[in-house]
């Protein structure tokens, strides 16, 4: 079945930085664009960042300029690397696809405090 294990979150202070990793197992990880969302508590699940099966990549602009998505296919993994964090990215970040939804990881927590 499909897996999704996110993993990398930690507390960090302001203007810090952390890399997210997602592991992806039970499909054909290649043709699928991904995502990364992100929830924060009382709030809606947004998608932040995405990346095609070609490796283009988009993000909202909360983000852009401070985030940046990569993905390598052959270890069936996404990445997220976050820079210049702000107290407003603390949520917890998941990946999932973009246009398939996949049964939802736990998740990874980032908070950002000082």
């Known amino acids: 079945q499909v897996q999704l294990v996110e993993s990398g979150g930690d507390l960090v202070q302001p203007g810090g930085s952390l890399r997210l990793s997602c592991a992806v197992s039970g499909i054909i990880f290649s043709i699928y664009g991904m995502g990364w969302y992100r929830q924060a508590p009382g709030k809606q699940r947004e998608l932040v960042a995405q990346i095609s099966r070609s490796g283009s990549t988009n993000y909202a602009d909360s983000v852009k300029g401070r985030f940046t998505m990569s993905r390598v296919n052959a270890k069936n993994t996404v990445y997220l690397q976050m820079n210049s964090l702000k107290p407003e990215d603390t949520a917890v970040y998941y990946c999932?696809?973009?246009?398939?939804?996949?049964?939802w990881g736990q998740g990874t927590q980032v908070t950002v405090s000082s």
């Open positions: 999932n696809g973009i246009g398939i939804r996949f049964p």
